[in-house]
């Protein structure tokens, strides 16, 4: 079944150090989208790529990184520079204005 | 910029009582709208959606229905279960900023047997 498979679903990170969170799907989509989302806050976009090797800030990009090297891959790369990167990360394609979810990633600063 | 403003939550509601949950937003010219579900520790669903005024989307007995003179997309079912205990996020796509999802900060529903 074509889908979203975000990896893992619960990180665990010291602070200062960076990680990265994987985002594949084989859904043959063009676009991907990293989300954020906090209690209270709904989603706010991080980073979107709408082609391979092509990608754009969204609203809350300071802190994080990506990269679109593959069409079915968009990791996003949570920096030692986020100040509160403690949140649920949510990663999304869309093809012709239909959008598809993964189930996210949890990650909490320790 | 586009954006959408929901009702804030949470919502409590008895099984079998009316849903309303509210939604209006800005944007400039004529974008899709959506809801989407959020079941614990889970992605988001899909509900519904519509892309053109007048448009009612359904889903599992979900409805909306894209106002352009108001502006609005409430969300709405004449008879909620526990199962329905989520948190509903309006969005719509700004096709104007490379066509991401700009999302309403969610309504927390809780539906007591």
């Known amino acids: 079944d074509g889908g979203i498979t975000q990896s893992p679903k619960y990180l665990f990170r010291k602070e200062g150090q960076n990680v990265t969170l994987s985002c594949e799907q084989n859904?043959?989509?063009?676009?991907m989208y990293w989300y954020r989302q906090d209690p209270g806050q709904g989603l706010r976009l991080i980073y979107y790529s709408q082609i391979v090797n092509d990608f754009q800030k969204g609203d809350i990009a300071e802190g994080y990184s990506v990269s679109r090297e593959k069409k079915e891959s968009f990791p996003l790369t949570v920096t030692s520079a986020q100040k509160n990167p403690t949140a649920f990360y949510l990663c999304?394609?869309?093809?012709?204005?239909?959008?598809?979810f993964g189930s996210g990633t949890r990650l909490t600063v320790v | 910029g586009d954006s959408v403003t929901q009702m804030e939550g949470p919502v409590t509601l008895s099984e079998e009582a009316f849903l309303t949950i509210n939604c209006t937003y800005t944007a400039t010219g004529y974008p899709s709208l959506f809801w989407y579900v959020q079941y614990p520790g889970e992605g988001l669903q899909l509900l519904l959606k519509a892309t053109k005024a007048d448009d009612k989307g359904s889903n599992k007995g979900f409805e909306a229905t894209y106002r352009k003179e108001t502006t609005s997309f409430h969300l709405e079912k004449g008879s909620v279960q526990v199962s329905d205990s989520a948190v509903y996020f309006c969005a719509l796509i700004a096709y104007n900023q490379g066509g991401k999802l700009i999302f309403g900060q969610g309504t927390e529903l809780s539906v007591k047997p």
């Open positions: 999304a394609s869309s093809r012709d204005r239909g959008y598809t």
């Open positions: 859904l043959n989509h063009d676009a």
